[in-house]
């Protein structure tokens, strides 16, 4: 048993509390979700110091990094340690797996592990790099994914007696196996809407009275207008909750009105990433969700995770409540309890108690995008999360949008393609287009050319979309 490989798994079932069940109605595990702060960090120093020597001992790419960093075995005893661990960036992970096929050398777990103890392989979705980044876990890992996911799910006022319907094609990626298997832990069962289309699903709905919808938050609102078209009522369906992951949309309070009010359902977010943070690293509250005009924050299961938010350009600490992008350490997994993992989504974080106990920071409006998805409109920086909040806000606008920039000369060119809304039918295209273009300069601070499509022209999108088309010549890569 003195295996570290071992120790680490003993240390980290043993904060794994309430496993079996929540300790009460209200929060699952409020030993770990509302300790003070001071209790936290011991939590994390503990679990810190461990991944690193179960890293230093059994991961060779860790440890040639480690030593390379100028640390040695015993370097990294707490917490306040953390800042001399280097980052890793997921260029070092793909530049291992192509030097090391197919796993790289970055994981800890043994070949003999995965043989015995192996739960799953997943993969980035990622298509510009040669190879899929592939990741093997094992069911020690399922266990801790089951056991962390359902507190978040919990924490959401999802309860025994809901049903879930699952509109994920589950494949490689991780979370919706991930909520599988937590939404089975808390006694929920899943209907797997993953294979089917989406007629199939509404029939699901209509047939077996699912309570909680699991989709991306495009999918959500296109389920429900296509039921609409149907003259089927999402709104009179059996759905209560949406749990809506892999796009910033719960988040983004005009999209979260939006589906709210076609499903009249309360929406959740939550995210994490394939890397390091497989149970959520973000999830709602059913207090932050009640939010309707402010952005909505998620909180962060501080007990796995240690997040950072710092400076992109110097990686230096900024203060809470200033914008910085997300580095994350795990502290619960087998296969890849990797510290300061640079997922380089620009958040603001507060420690500011929540109305529901928590003591766990808060992301303020949830993932704000990659540091990288940032767009540079005519000197003014843009999220493409806060173009859709600005868009899907206005009543004369429909669901779906495209924004296309292009370059004329040294300027940039902004088109937004839209659809009529449900207010103001009788206005003309031209009426409307300047209604829009008007708004949208006061809510944006830039010209925005408008083009009014005919309803339901415009591609509909059900997965993660992408509705911003940067044709603009890249002037300044390399
Ligand atoms: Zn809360």
């Not at 904060?15 to 979700?33: T, V």
């Not at 979370?175 to 808390?186: E, P, T």
């Not at 699901?204 to 609409?228: D, H, Q, W």
């Amino acid at each position: 048993m003195s295996d570290i490989r071992e120790q680490w798994r003993s240390l980290v079932r043993k904060h794994a509390l309430h496993f079996d069940g929540p300790a009460g109605d209200r929060i699952w595990a409020p030993e770990l979700e509302c300790c003070r702060r001071e209790r936290l960090r011991e939590i994390q120093g503990e679990k810190l110091a461990m991944a690193y020597r179960y890293l230093w001992e059994c991961s060779s790419f860790y440890h040639k990094k480690f030593e390379e960093a100028g640390l040695g075995p015993d370097s990294i005893g707490g917490l306040d340690d953390l800042p001399k661990i280097p980052l890793t960036h997921r260029e070092e992970w793909l530049a291992d797996q192509e030097r090391n096929p197919p796993w790289g050398t970055f994981s800890p777990l043994r070949h003999q592990d995965w043989l015995e103890r192996g739960w799953m392989f997943f993969s980035t979705s990622g298509t510009t790099a040669k190879f899929p980044r592939v990741f093997r876990h094992t069911t020690f890992e399922r266990d801790m994914v089951t056991y962390f996911g359902a507190r978040a799910l919990h924490a959401m006022g999802i309860r025994r007696g809901d049903i879930a319907i699952n509109c994920f094609a589950y494949g490689t990626a991780v979370a919706f196996w991930g909520m599988h298997y937590s939404l089975n832990h808390m006694g929920i069962p899943v209907i797997s809407g993953g294979g089917a289309n989406t007629e199939r699903r509404i029939m699901f709905i209509e047939n077996y009275k699912p309570t909680v919808l699991l989709c991306t938050p495009s999918y959500a609102l296109y389920m429900g207008r296509k039921m609409e078209e149907m003259d089927k009522s999402p709104r009179g369906s059996s759905i209560r909750l949406l749990c809506c992951s892999g796009e910033p949309g719960a988040c983004v309070p005009a999209t979260k009105r939006r589906v709210e009010d076609v499903w009249g359902a309360e929406m959740h977010d939550h995210f994490g990433c394939t890397e390091v943070a497989i149970p959520p690293l973000g999830y709602t509250c059913s207090h932050l969700a009640k939010r309707k005009e402010k952005a909505v924050d998620s909180h962060m299961t501080e007990d796995i995770y240690i997040p950072e938010v710092l400076d992109p350009e110097t990686y230096e600490p900024v203060p809470e409540g200033k914008p910085g992008i997300l580095i994350v350490s795990n502290l619960y997994s087998e296969a890849q309890p990797i510290p300061r993992y640079v997922m380089g989504d620009w958040i603001t974080v507060t420690t500011e108690p929540c109305e529901c106990g928590r003591t766990h920071a808060r992301a303020i409006g949830g993932l704000r995008g990659r540091n990288d998805r940032l767009i540079k409109i005519r000197g003014l920086m843009f999220f493409p999360a806060a173009i859709e909040d600005a868009i899907r806000g206005l009543p004369e606008v429909g669901d779906e949008f495209r924004v296309e920039l292009d370059r004329v000369g040294d300027m940039d060119q902004v088109k937004a393609i839209i659809e009529p809304g449900e207010r103001d039918p009788d206005l003309t295209n031209q009426q409307r287009q300047a209604k829009v273009a008007t708004a949208l300069k006061g809510l944006l601070g830039i010209r925005v050319d408008v083009e009014v499509a005919p309803p339901g022209s415009l591609e509909r999108s059900q997965f993660k979309s992408d509705r911003l088309i940067d044709r603009r010549p890249k002037l300044h890569e390399g």
